[in-house]
């Protein structure tokens, strides 16, 4: 078991190592998914010691809140969790009015079957609502129980600021891991000197960052993976050769290259906990084996010069 961390300000205590739900019940993302797979998934992950889970209505348009709800009845531990969603999704359009915002956060904790929502985010920014008033929005679900923390995904910076204005914002989500980390340069300053806790997403580059890949593999059509340039040509290659330095750390580590790149995130200061989706079992206890690995400072400058 781990210890608990808190998220940024939220007053949320969580174990660092948490679960990305998007392939529970995320039929629109992931075809051929089994629900009763992943329930027991679930079950298992919770089981384990993971408390933070991460889903969205978008997320099988509100079936991953569905399952999730039904598990957690099931287990009878709803107190010993700390569940975020997000919302912004109004039909096609993006939608972060303050009216819009509080019906999705209602529909939420009816899909989710609970009285509260941990951690509420807006998944992604809409171009007309003024941020601090969708924020504050949130703030009045706060005031009345039904969200514990609000966060915000994919905003750009100014965005941010915005939402911020009055100190609001506890967590930002956002797209991160060693290939791609423009947040350092300008966001993490700001999370930094906010107190606002980052949690990346697609920490492993669908898989990228395992060191499951050799660069030959080809993908099909319709894969995610064949629309990304990091598994394109010499890009690729690229990649290959830099996750292949990560062998050597963690072998000389006992560990796994998946642990040494989800270490490396956790020993950043802006960053408390991290979501990576597992799909199997032995994923999830992989993942959590990271709580048995700290980086020194040599060999945190060693990746970050590999990836620099
Ligand atoms: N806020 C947003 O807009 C946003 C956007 C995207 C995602 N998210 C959240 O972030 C979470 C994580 O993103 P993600 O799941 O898409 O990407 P990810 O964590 O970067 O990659 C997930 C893939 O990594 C592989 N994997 C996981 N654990 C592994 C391990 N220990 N060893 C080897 N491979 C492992 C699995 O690949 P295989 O399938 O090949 O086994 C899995 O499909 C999502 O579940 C979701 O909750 C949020």
């Keep these: 078991m781990s210890t608990k961390v808190e998220l940024g300000k939220s007053g949320l205590n969580i174990n660092p190592i948490g679960f990305g739900a998007n392939a529970i019940g995320g ?66 359009d993006l939608d972060n009015s303050p009216e819009f915002l509080k019906q999705t956060v209602y529909e939420s904790l009816k899909r989710l079957q609970t009285d509260y929502i941990d ?8 171009d007309h609502t003024p941020k601090d008033e969708s924020v504050q929005a949130l703030k009045e679900l706060k005031d009345q129980g039904l969200i514990r923390s609000i966060g915000v995904s994919n905003f750009s910076l100014e965005q941010l600021k915005e939402a911020n204005k009055n100190g609001d914002v506890d967590v930002f989500e956002g797209y991160y891991n060693l290939l791609h980390r423009d947040p350092e340069n300008e966001l993490f300053p700001y999370l ?24 030959d593999e080809t993908f099909p059509e319709g894969d995610l993976r064949s629309g990304q340039e990091d598994f394109q040509g010499d890009k690729f290659q690229e990649n290959i050769k830099k996750v292949e330095q990560l062998e050597k750390i963690a072998t000389a580590k006992n560990t796994s290259i998946a642990n040494v790149v989800l270490a490396f995130y956790l020993q950043i200061d802006v960053i408390d906990a991290v979501i990576p989706g597992a799909k199997r079992k032995e994923q999830v206890d992989s993942n959590l084996k990271t709580l048995d690995v700290t980086l020194t400072k040599d060999e945190a400058q060693l990746i970050d010069r590999i990836f620099s």
Aim: aromatic share 14%; no cysteine; net charge negative.
């Design 192 to 215: 930094r000197e906010n107190d606002i806790s980052f949690v990346p997403y697609f920490p492993f580059q669908s898989g990228l960052l395992t060191g499951k890949y050799n660069g």
């Design 27 to 92: 039929h629109n993302l992931y075809p051929n998914l089994d629900e009763d797979q992943n329930k027991q998934l679930l079950k298992y992950v919770i089981h384990s010691g993971i408390d933070f889970i991460d889903t969205a209505y978008v997320y099988g348009l509100g079936r991953s809140e569905e399952l999730i709800g039904e598990v957690v009845k099931e287990l009878g531990n709803r107190d010993q969790l700390v569940i975020a969603s997000k919302g912004a999704q109004n039909g096609d």
């Design 119 to 126: 951690l509420f985010y807006i998944h992604f920014p809409d």
